[in-house]
């Protein structure tokens, strides 16, 4: 996996006790094309600080051009913003 740390649109469900679950994000390429990612599956969630911020980690398989692969996904939670981390 290669470290990208780009920012990302995410759609996700979070259940009655807070707990958030990736669905699917957008994400523009180097021409500025955009591209749907399906989340396959979650394979790890952790929660942790990250320079003072407290970020969750999700670790996925996501489906690109019709093509598994993992990928690690962080949830800043001081500032809302999704980031696709390593990919």
Excluded: S
Excluded at 28 to 40: D, Q, R
Excluded at 57 to 67: K, L, M, R, Y
Aim: hydrophobic share 40%; charged share 25%.
């Amino acid at each position: 996996m290669r470290t990208l740390a780009k920012p990302i649109q995410m759609i996700n469900w979070m259940d009655e006790e807070g707990l958030i679950t990736p669905v699917r994000f957008r994400i523009k390429n180097e021409e500025g094309a955009t591209t749907i990612v399906p989340i396959m599956r979650i394979h790890k969630t952790d929660k942790q600080r990250i320079a003072g911020n407290v970020t969750y980690t999700f670790h996925c398989e996501v489906a690109i051009n019709d093509q598994l692969m993992l990928c690690e996904i962080r949830y800043n939670l001081e500032n809302c913003h999704w980031t696709l981390f390593k990919l």
